[in-house]
């Protein structure tokens, strides 16, 4: 009995403590365990939202991401080293590999340790770019912290970002400022949909390498809002990828740390930026999940039921040209802990295609009812003019949104010959329909005259 309510409890607590969509198993390469107390509350915080932590060194022989073909990890977190290589277990293609496994990876970078080539390599493959001198970092003689980097400025004291990317939910959003010391700034490719910033720098900072000695920087990595702080990148797969440019500023030191912005005390708030920035590279926010999608032809019933899943699921194959037809998704976003109603960011929309080779119809779903943790979005539409092979199509992707990918093929078909309306019941006939009629009665007129009309009398002509 005693066993049996350990079980039981043991399984209220695992219940209770939030975990990631994708799995618990956290691997943090950390290549000088001395270091391990640095992070502790970092590490702490990651153990008591539900992850299991292992600690490895990348000279480690029993180091893998992989077992047996498969992920031995879930997600990987990668801490600066001395260390100029992080060893064969942790190559570029080995990384790339992990999150086609849909395994997500936060990169930590700091200008006092070399960056390894792998991770190098890797970000470049991503199209993020970052210096390749050793010891850049980024300054900002406007936004630093006086009392800490009072003579090198490489200490900023940033605002939480508030606003992204328009019609793009912020998962990053808090109160304080961030202190980033001795920061690596990135710079994003132009053409990826993929990439995103989450934390950029001030228009008055810029990267520079302290080494040099020349007094006017000519030709800085960077400049303003072109360097990044913090980035993200989520794969198709909806595999995500964190750089954190200042690896500093998850540690202990900088957790509620006293500094000094324009002769003003203040607070930092970096514990709760690093548990945000986190939660999203690990899954446990910014998770969409599809539920029950239906479709059916609205025969005129369906309009006086409730707009709801009660609805029968038809989900016929086939449906016939000019056909009023419903369609309902369910949408559900995992936050933290449970799954819960989804509604998209203010000006935003989910949009459904129903499409041959390209869209007949692009048609925003409106959320028709809520359940306790989803949101049912509904659209009724027309069936177009065309018979041939259709698709009901939701592609949903938004930055800092897993991908929403979901397709029902239908047949759209001709009316049968007994499907047509009849002539009386199209009024553009109705003047054809009128001349016949007037034609029949005229020639009936004219018959019904020429039959009852009486012949003419000849005149006889008299001879002698």
Do not use: C
Not at 77 to 99: C, E, H, R, V
Request: no cysteine.
């Amino acid at each position: 009995m005693r066993g049996l309510f350990s079980v039981l409890l043991l399984a209220l607590v695992s219940a209770v403590s939030a975990v990631s969509s994708t799995g618990g198993r956290l691997l943090v390469v950390l290549e000088e365990h001395s270091e391990r107390e640095k992070y502790g509350v970092f590490f702490g915080d990651l153990e008591a939202r539900g992850f299991h932590l292992t600690i490895e060194s990348p000279k480690s022989e029993s180091l893998s991401l992989f077992k047996h073909g498969e992920r031995a990890y879930d997600h990987t977190i990668l801490l600066p080293g001395k260390s100029k290589g992080l060893g064969p277990a942790l190559t570029a293609n080995t990384l790339l590999d992990f999150m086609k496994k849909e395994g997500n990876i936060l990169i930590a970078l700091s200008s006092d340790h070399a960056i390894p080539t792998s991770i190098h390599s890797t970000l470049l493959e991503l199209d993020i770019h970052i210096p390749s001198d050793k010891g850049a970092l980024v300054v900002d003689h406007f936004n630093h912290d006086s009392n800490k980097a009072a003579e090198k400025h490489d200490v900023l004291l940033l605002p939480f970002p508030q606003a992204l990317k328009p019609n793009v939910k912020n998962y990053f959003a808090g109160e304080g400022l961030i202190a980033v010391p001795q920061a690596v700034g990135q710079t994003l490719g132009n053409e990826s949909p993929l990439l995103a910033p989450i934390l950029r720098a001030p228009n008055t900072a810029y990267s520079y390498n302290p080494k040099d000695e020349a007094d006017i920087v000519e030709d800085p990595f960077a400049v303003g809002s072109q360097l990044n702080l913090v980035s993200a990148m989520q794969a198709h797969n909806s595999a995500r990828l964190t750089v954190v440019g200042s690896a500093e500023m998850l540690q202990n030191a900088w957790f509620a740390e006293k500094a000094t912005l324009a002769g003003k005390a203040v607070k930092t708030a970096n514990r709760d930026f690093a548990a945000r920035l986190t939660e999203w590279t690990f899954k446990e926010t910014g998770v969409v999940k599809v539920g029950k999608l239906i479709h059916y032809q609205d025969e005129g019933v369906s309009k006086k039921m409730n707009t709801s899943l009660a609805i029968p699921e038809h989900n016929p194959t086939i449906y016939r040209i000019k056909s009023d037809v419903n369609f309902q998704i369910e949408i559900s976003e995992y936050s933290q802990d449970r799954l819960a109603p989804f509604l998209p960011a203010p000006g935003d929309h989910v949009q459904l295609e129903f499409s041959m080779l390209s869209p007949f119809h692009r048609l925003n779903l409106s959320p028709i009812s809520q359940t306790a943790n989803s949101t049912i979005f509904g659209v009724s539409f027309k069936t177009p003019d065309q018979h041939g092979i259709f698709n009901f199509r939701v592609n949903y992707r938004r930055p800092f949104l897993t991908s929403i990918e979901e397709k029902r093929q239908v047949t759209v078909r001709h009316f049968a010959h007994d499907e047509w309306p009849r002539s009386w019941q199209i009024s553009g006939a109705w003047v054809w329909i009128g001349g016949i009629w007037v034609t029949v009665a005229g020639f009936v007129a004219f018959v019904a005259v020429w039959l009852y009309s009486a012949p003419t009398e000849k005149s006889v002509k008299k001879t002698q």
